[in-house]
């Protein structure tokens, strides 16, 4: 069974940082790409920013130059850093790890985690 937990949302000022953290644990044999995808209230799911097992990141317009997506080589361990948050930042942010596959070769398309909620106060 493959585990997807996020961690080190909180309440933070305007202007302020947090890293978010996404573990991965489980028998896995790889990981392709993992991202970090947030949802405010009433509003869809949106993209932040991912980056895949080759190393190559991608970010949404509105992460660029803010957020930063890291990971270690195999994704296990991912994080986000989110700098000079503003109040439209306040969302839960999710983690979803695309095409997993464990050591019996079992292929998991994608498995999102629980979240982590960020708040910014104006």
């Known amino acids: 069974q493959v585990e997807v937990v996020e961690s080190g949302g909180g309440l933070v000022t305007t202007g302020g940082s947090l890293r978010l953290s996404c573990a991965i644990s489980?028998?896995?044999?790889?990981?392709?790409?993992v991202g970090w995808y947030r949802q405010a209230d009433g509003k869809q799911r949106e993209w932040v920013a991912d980056?895949?097992?080759?190393?190559?990141?991608s970010y949404a317009d509105f992460a660029k130059g803010r957020f930063t997506i890291s990971g270690d080589n195999a994704l296990k361990s991912v994080y986000l850093q989110v700098n000079s948050l503003n109040p439209e930042d306040t969302a839960v942010y999710y983690c979803?790890?695309?095409?997993?596959?464990?050591?019996?070769?079992?292929?998991?398309?994608?498995?999102w985690g629980q979240g982590t909620l960020v708040t910014v106060s104006s």
């Open positions: 980056t895949t097992r080759r190393g190559r990141t």
């Open positions: 489980g028998s896995i044999k790889s990981i392709d790409v």
């Open positions: 979803k790890a695309v095409r997993v596959t464990t050591n019996t070769n079992h292929r998991y398309l994608e498995l």
